[in-house]
């Protein structure tokens, strides 16, 4: 892929995922998820695990399991279609910043090198890097 398409591709990326950005800069935003929007919608235990041909420990189990983060992804799915309600998942940087941003700095710790990063990280003080909200272009002719 060359360097103008993956710039395209992460600019497409950052306009649809900006509303996942946005949730990804809460401390958990999906823990309890599953049981939150069960209560809401007044669906009861029973009702799912009879959708799901489980028995209602089993959906109380997989909301517990969604809580820590170890519930199956299909698994979610097929708790969520039981409800009306489809799983969406997206990926951010986890630092709250665009994939444009990211990339850009992934840019500069490679043509730096990861020792030239000084005391102050990737876009603080006491380093050559870019500010972190950076508008530079002057790298994007670089293939990241």
């Given at each position: 892929?060359?360097?103008?398409?993956?710039?395209?591709?992460?600019?497409?990326?950052?306009?649809?995922?900006?509303?996942?950005?946005?949730?990804?800069?809460?401390?958990?935003?999906?823990?309890?998820?599953s049981?939150a929007?069960?209560?809401?919608?007044?669906?009861?235990?029973?009702?799912?695990?009879?959708?799901?041909?489980?028995?209602?420990?089993?959906?109380?189990?997989?909301?517990?399991?969604?809580?820590?983060?170890?519930?199956?992804?299909?698994?979610?799915?097929?708790?969520?279609?039981?409800?009306?309600?489809?799983?969406?998942?997206?990926?951010?940087?986890?630092?709250?910043?665009?994939?444009?941003?990211?990339?850009?700095?992934?840019?500069?710790k490679s043509?730096?090198?990861?020792?030239?990063?000084?005391?102050?990280?990737?876009?603080?003080?006491?380093?050559?890097?870019?500010?972190?909200?950076?508008t530079?272009?002057?790298w994007?002719?670089?293939?990241?």
């Amino acid at each position: 892929m060359v360097a103008i398409d993956r710039k395209l591709l992460r600019k497409k990326l950052d306009r649809e995922m900006r509303f996942y950005r946005l949730a990804g800069r809460e401390k958990d935003p999906t823990t309890g998820l599953s049981r939150a929007v069960r209560q809401a919608l007044k669906v009861p235990l029973k009702e799912i695990a009879g959708l799901m041909e489980i028995g209602e420990s089993n959906v109380f189990e997989l909301e517990e399991r969604e809580e820590t983060g170890s519930i199956m992804l299909r698994s979610l799915g097929r708790m969520a279609e039981a409800m009306g309600c489809k799983v969406v998942y997206g990926l951010v940087p986890a630092n709250g910043k665009t994939l444009e941003e990211l990339a850009e700095e992934r840019l500069w710790k490679s043509v730096l090198g990861s020792g030239a990063s000084g005391a102050g990280g990737v876009g603080g003080v006491g380093n050559d890097l870019p500010p972190e909200n950076s508008t530079s272009r002057s790298w994007s002719s670089l293939v990241i």
